[in-house]
T-cell receptor
Framework: KAGVTQTPRYLIKTRGQQVTLSCSPI?????VSWYQQTPGQGLQFLFE???????NKGNFPGRFSGRQFSNSRSEMNVSTLELGDSALYLC?????????????FGPGTRLTVL | AQRVTQPEKLLSVFKGAPVELKCNYS??????LFWYVQYSRQRLQLLLR??SRESIKGFTADLNKGETSFHLKKPFAQEEDSAMYYC????????????FGQGTILTVHP
């Protein structure tokens, strides 16, 4: 099976702009989670989607949003970008049927905000 | 709220020496604990989870509920074990949400 893919792999934006990141889960997986990875804060949970519904959300401002499509692909959007949003954004997919499912991570999208 | 602490940011050992990466957690219930590893230029991947009780690449980890710890151990470190290691916790009511520690960079010297 193909692994989790994320596009684009690299992005450079300026403050105030918005950005959309995409994640394609492993075929058959219905859950997609998003994480922000920074040197200072480490890996922090953003949100999780299962069957097009957000079922968990981390402590991030409303500028961070996401959605999931019927084919389980997911997008996350960050509006009004700030310098502190520069990070590696990871998505992970799992079957999602139970809390014991293994999560598989994508390679990440490196976002740089200038 | 749950929390995961990895007290060592950096850990260096020589090849063939035992290695132990520490992980402590705080959660009042019964969480599920994981170790994830990220090798250079590779994606984050699951190393092991406490419910499976497996030994992967010679690594083991035992969940100690009394000490709320989940330390990762290997009796004889190899150079290819050099990587970033993350301890993570999941609780059943939070579905897929993982709470990660800050990570430990392990360097195994020849």
């Amino acid at each position: 099976k193909a692994g989790v893919t994320q596009t684009p792999r690299y992005l450079i934006k300026t403050r105030g702009q918005q950005v959309t990141l995409s994640c394609s889960p492993i075929s058959g997986h219905r859950s997609v989670s998003w994480y922000q990875q920074t040197p200072g804060q480490g890996l922090q949970f953003l949100f999780e989607y299962f069957s097009e519904t957000q079922r968990n959300k981390g402590n991030f401002p409303g500028r961070f949003s996401g959605r999931q499509f019927s084919n389980s692909r997911s997008e996350m959007n960050v509006s009004t970008l700030e310098l502190g949003d520069s990070a590696l954004y990871l998505c992970a997919s799992s079957a999602g049927l139970a809390g014991t499912d293994t999560q598989y991570f994508g390679p990440g999208t490196r976002l740089t905000v200038l | 709220a749950q929390r995961v602490t990895q007290p060592e940011k950096l850990l260096s050992v020589f090849k063939g020496a035992p290695v132990e990466l520490k992980c402590n957690y705080s959660y009042s219930g019964s969480p599920e604990l994981f170790w994830y590893v990220q090798y250079s230029r590779q994606r984050l991947q699951l190393l092991l989870r406490h419910i499976s009780r497996e030994s992967i690449k010679g690594f083991t980890a035992d969940l100690n509920k009394g000490e709320t710890s989940f330390h990762l151990k290997k009796p004889f470190a190899q150079e290819e074990d050099s990587a970033m290691y993350y301890c993570a916790l999941r609780v059943s009511t939070s579905y897929g949400k993982l709470t990660f520690g800050q990570g430990t960079i392990l360097t195994v010297h020849p």
